[in-house]
């Protein structure tokens, strides 16, 4: 692969935030990731897409079927809890861009300062966001969603 195809490559691949992760003992490139409101935006709009995706499959071949369910299909329908904890992490990483880009001195040692959990709706009133009762209920379930899956995976908190 020639220089230049390699250039455009690396450009196309970081446009769709795709990054090569910092070194772990880097804590300044944590910082500086962990104060970005467009990396946290680049990490949502990276799990909606992968929600959409998801979601089209599930859609396709489990919902809109009239007939029987193929075995294939039968496995898709367990996916619907991961297609809403994808989701949910999408929501929630939209959130923190939004309370970091209105209080970045809230990083610390690349996390969150004061923050643990998954509560979408708490980072959203952090960031003074608004919500409906219909839109308070909906985001209680993803955040539902997330963290009975994580806490079946064993995944820490944050």
Same mark, same amino acid.
């Given at each position: 692969?020639?220089? !230049?195809? /390699?250039?455009? %490559? @690396?450009?196309?691949? #970081?446009?769709?935030?795709?990054?090569? *992760?910092?070194?772990? +003992?880097?804590?300044?490139?944590?910082e500086?990731?962990?104060?970005?409101?467009?990396?946290?935006?680049?990490?949502?709009?990276?799990?909606?897409?992968?929600?959409?995706? !998801?979601? /089209?499959?599930? %859609? @396709?071949?489990?919902? #809109?079927?009239?007939?029987?369910?193929? *075995?294939?299909?039968? +496995?898709?329908?367990?996916?619907?809890?991961?297609?809403?904890?994808?989701?949910?992490?999408?929501?929630?990483?939209?959130?923190?861009?939004?309370?970091?880009?209105?209080?970045?001195?809230?990083?610390?040692?690349?996390?969150?300062?004061?923050?643990?959990?998954?509560?979408?709706r708490?980072?959203?009133g952090?960031?003074?966001?608004?919500?409906?009762?219909?839109?308070?209920?909906?985001?209680?379930?993803?955040?539902?969603?997330?963290?009975?899956?994580?806490?079946?995976?064993?995944?820490?908190?944050?």
């Amino acid at each position: 692969m020639t220089d !230049l195809r /390699r250039t455009t %490559r @690396r450009k196309q691949v #970081a446009n769709y935030g795709i990054y090569e *992760p910092p070194d772990p +003992r880097d804590l300044a490139e944590y910082e500086r990731i962990a104060r970005s409101p467009q990396r946290w935006f680049g990490v949502a709009k990276n799990l909606h897409l992968s929600a959409q995706i !998801l979601w /089209r499959q599930l %859609r @396709r071949r489990v919902f #809109a079927s009239k007939r029987e369910l193929s *075995p294939a299909a039968q +496995r898709l329908v367990g996916l619907g809890p991961v297609f809403l904890m994808i989701a949910g992490l999408a929501m929630e990483s939209a959130a923190k861009a939004l309370v970091v880009g209105k209080f970045p001195k809230l990083v610390d040692g690349g996390r969150l300062r004061f923050i643990t959990g998954h509560g979408i709706r708490r980072f959203l009133g952090m960031a003074r966001v608004h919500l409906s009762g219909s839109d308070h209920e909906f985001l209680l379930r993803l955040e539902m969603y997330v963290t009975s899956l994580l806490s079946q995976l064993g995944s820490e908190d944050g």
